[in-house]
């Protein structure tokens, strides 16, 4: 049986039925912005009082984070594979947005391994303080932030997180031009608030607003 073939204006509307289905599907509760967001504020503004304090090294609060977060994945892997296998409902925007979740914490672990690499190496190759190379690894993974949090506002149309991400991305680079530590974990702290923390509680009191909507409707 052959195939019809779609026009100019049935291909369009196909497209926007397709988008309008997407957003649909995907009504996002902002918990987890709001989760992450609030651990790398926390990480960012402890670090900054750990380095008057000195109750630990540097780098205490960002090791703490790491392992929550490989604990966290770890967890996401087995409730997806194992607990709620059969249970999971696939769709087109969910794969979507699992793949570049996937991507996005790639790019962040091999960004902190290319700085860990290139601070200790260069460092002892040109005599540059390790530091140099951290505070602009940092500036870097805002800019990855920012990145992703663009890519989620504009899939789903959430003016929030664009505007977001391009405030995040402001600080990113003011991150890129500080050699103190202490100003670039601030900076970072600003980035997640803009980006993560602001637009995830907006999102997630969209997300009740709608569900009281429909019980509502579910009632009449």
């Known amino acids: 049986m052959e195939e019809k073939q779609l026009n100019e204006r049935e291909s369009l509307q196909l497209i926007q039925q397709m988008i ?24 960012s503004l402890l670090t900054v009082l750990n380095l008057q304090v000195r109750w630990f090294n540097t780098f205490f609060f960002w090791n703490l ?17 194992f607990v709620k296998k059969a249970a999971r409902v696939r769709t ?16 962040i672990i091999f960004t902190i391994v290319a700085i860990n690499i290139g601070a200790r190496v260069l460092s002892r190759r040109y ?15 805002i800019n990855l932030y920012a990145f992703w949090i663009l890519i989620y506002g504009t899939a789903l149309d959430f003016r929030p997180s664009v505007i ?11 991150a890129l031009f500080s050699q103190d530590f202490a ?11 803009a980006g993560y923390i602001i637009p995830g509680h907006l999102a997630n009191r969209e997300f009740r607003r709608l569900k009281r909507e429909e019980k509502a409707v579910a009632r009449v």
Request: hydrophobic content about 60%.
């Open 127 to 141: 005599g540059v303080p390790d530091m140099t190379f951290v505070n602009l690894g940092f500036a870097l993974l």
């Open 164 to 174: 977001g991400a391009y405030v995040a991305w402001a600080f990113g680079i003011a």
């Open 183 to 193: 100003q670039v974990m601030i900076l970072q702290a600003l980035a997640v608030l």
């Open 20 to 43: 309008s289905m997407a957003k649909k599907e995907q009504k996002d509760d902002g918990r987890g912005w709001i989760l992450w967001g609030w651990l790398l504020f926390l990480a």
């Open 65 to 81: 984070f790491g392992f929550v977060t490989l604990l966290a994945f770890l967890y996401e892997l087995v409730v997806r594979y």
């Open 92 to 107: 087109y925007t969910r794969d979507l947005f699992s793949r570049l979740n996937g991507g996005f914490f790639i790019c």
